[in-house]
């Protein structure tokens, strides 16, 4: 499987951003799509995922309400949308792939198998 990001940039306070995340390969129906994002000396931190199904959704409580996940199935894309961006939401923002993840798993980043090389989001305040 691979992942390739785009639509990372500079944007001002409460402007928005939407990240794409083409995926190939992408052949098996469970386990979850997950966008995680890393600031310069942290962690790296669950933003959002979702099974391909798109049953449900699930968001870190810091952008839940601004931030939406989404899967175009026919594209094989991963999407997130941002807006009301912070200058709290600086960083490297990654999507995952975990085949495996299931349960309450979706938020832990070990539990993903496949990541993008990731793309910068600089919001300005």
């Known amino acids: 499987v691979q992942l390739v990001e785009s639509g990372g940039g500079l944007v001002q306070a409460g402007g928005f951003l939407r990240l794409s995340c083409a995926t190939s390969d992408l052949t098996f129906g469970r386990g979850f799509l997950g966008w995680f994002r890393q600031s310069p000396g942290a962690e790296r931190e669950f933003v959002a995922a979702?099974?391909?199904?798109?049953?449900?959704?699930y968001y870190a409580d810091s952008v839940k309400g601004r931030f939406t996940i989404s899967f175009d199935n026919a594209k094989d894309t991963v999407f997130l949308q941002m807006n009301n961006l912070k200058a709290e939401d600086t960083a490297v923002y990654y999507c995952a792939v975990g085949p495996t993840v299931s349960g309450r798993g979706y938020s832990s980043r070990r539990a993903y198998e496949y990541w993008g090389q990731g793309t910068q989001v600089t919001v300005s305040s």
């Open positions: 979702m099974p391909p199904s798109g049953r449900s959704k």
